[in-house]
Every structure is written in structure tokens, then in C-alpha cells.
């Protein structure tokens, strides 16, 4: 069964630096999403993307996170200056329509020192 | 705004019993109601959706749920319980959508099961 899969599991950073996350959604998906699950709390909406384009982002997804879809496989999500409050799990997800299940990669668990 | 509710941090069966793990919900709206779970160190499974028909919904790994509009409730049952079914669950409601949004999911704040052999 196709699956969404997230590189890399982990990633440890300092403060004020960039990060990007990378995702490769299952190939005949349209929506793409972003969350976030901070340790011990609700999976968060990020920010989703259809047709080459943000298509809806939360009061999290500030100016200082970007989402690309570079090559027609990878999904990206950039966090320009990491804060210590940016750690967390970060999950995509794709779906093949707004009315489809979506599918979630293992995530990427992002520390921030 | 719409929200899911999962009233119970954390449910204890015993291998072999039934199950249900609660969730209620309130949108505008017809609600796209579904039920995750989630295994350690791992991202969320599907196990089913609600999006319109029967009441009872049907899903992966033997899990059904019941839709209940009266109560805004979507309770998840499982007729006997395995100790592998131990794992984080989330009830989620697809936020208000157009044909080229896709619909944030709203999660609940997960009911951790034990089963117990």
C-alpha cells in the first residue's frame, strides 16, 4: 500500500537556525497538509496546499514557515529562524480528494536547542 | 467553529470485552466525522469516516463507529478487544471545505486504550 513517508525521523537544530523538512506524499494525491503535535498535546492544522498553492493556513504558520512543492514529488516545510516553541512532531498528509481519507507519514520529530 | 470532543483521556478494557471510545462533535453543517490511531513513534493510521448514509460505519482492523445526530456524538466500538489494539485514538471532523481547499482536519485530544490480556 502506498504510503506518505517523512525525512528525516528526527532532527535537532539550534535556535535561529533554518530547518526543512521534507515529505514525498503518495503519487496521485492532489492536497497536501502540514500539522504538528507538540509532546502531550492535540494534533495541530499547519497549513494546506492544492494546485501549486496555499490553500488554507492556521495562526501558527507565521512568516517565518514556508511549504514548497519543488518537483512534483516532495513537499516541503521550511521554518526560517526555529524558536524553542517550533518543537514538536511535524506530520503530512495528502489525500486524493476533499472528501478522501487523508494519509499521514511517521513524522519528523524536530528539537530545537 | 467546528470542534470534536473526546471527553476520556484514557480507556481500560480487558482483552476479549468490548470497547468504545467516545467522541462528540459540533459543527455547522453536515459533519465529515473520522477516527485515527496512533502506535507509538508512528504518524496517524485511517481507520474510518463518516461522511453521509449509514449510521454504523465500518472500518479497518475490525473498529466501527455510530454516528449519532441527535446526541453529536461518534462513539468508536470495537465487539472484542485485542491488547494489540492499544494505542493512542483520535476523533476528527473535517473542517468547512470548497472543491479546492480540501478541508483541515480538526482533531480531538486523543483517549489513549489499554487493553489487558
Known amino acids: 500500500e502506498p504510503e506518505v513517508t517523512q525525512t528525516p525521523s528526527h532532527q535537532v537544530t539550534q535556535m535561529g537556525q533554518e530547518v526543512i523538512l521534507r515529505c514525498v506524499p503518495i503519487s496521485n494525491h492532489l492536497y497536501f497538509y502540514w500539522y504538528r503535535q507538540i509532546l502531550g498535546q492535540k494534533v495541530e492544522f499547519l497549513v494546506s496546499f492544492y494546485n501549486n498553492e496555499i490553500s488554507e493556513k492556521s495562526e501558527i504558520f507565521d512568516d517565518q514557515f514556508s511549504v514548497e512543492r519543488p518537483d512534483g514529488s516532495n513537499f516541503t516545510l521550511k521554518i526560517r529562524s526555529t524558536k524553542l516553541e517550533d518543537s514538536a512532531m511535524y506530520f503530512c498528509?495528502?489525500?486524493?480528494?476533499?472528501?478522501?481519507?487523508?494519509?499521514f507519514g511517521d513524522g519528523t520529530r524536530l528539537s530545537i536547542l | 467553529a467546528q470542534s470534536v470532543a473526546q471527553p476520556e483521556d484514557q480507556v481500560n478494557v480487558a482483552e476479549g470485552n468490548p470497547l468504545t471510545v467516545k467522541c462528540t462533535y459540533s459543527v455547522s453543517g453536515n459533519p465529515y466525522l473520522f477516527w485515527y490511531v496512533q502506535y507509538p513513534n508512528r504518524g496517524l493510521q485511517f481507520l474510518l469516516k463518516?461522511?453521509?448514509?449509514?449510521?454504523l460505519v465500518k472500518g479497518s482492523y475490525g473498529f466501527e463507529a455510530e454516528f449519532n445526530k441527535s446526541q453529536t456524538s461518534f462513539h468508536l466500538k470495537k465487539p472484542s478487544a485485542l491488547v494489540s489494539d492499544s494505542a493512542l485514538y483520535f476523533c476528527?471532523?473535517?473542517?468547512?471545505?470548497?472543491?479546492?481547499?480540501?478541508?483541515?482536519?480538526?482533531f480531538g485530544q486523543g483517549t489513549e486504550l489499554s487493553v489487558k490480556p
Open positions: 463518516y461522511i453521509t448514509g449509514d449510521n
Open positions: 498528509a495528502s489525500s486524493s480528494g476533499w472528501n478522501q481519507p487523508q494519509h
Open positions: 476528527a471532523v473535517r473542517d468547512k471545505y470548497t472543491d479546492n481547499q480540501g478541508g483541515k482536519l480538526i
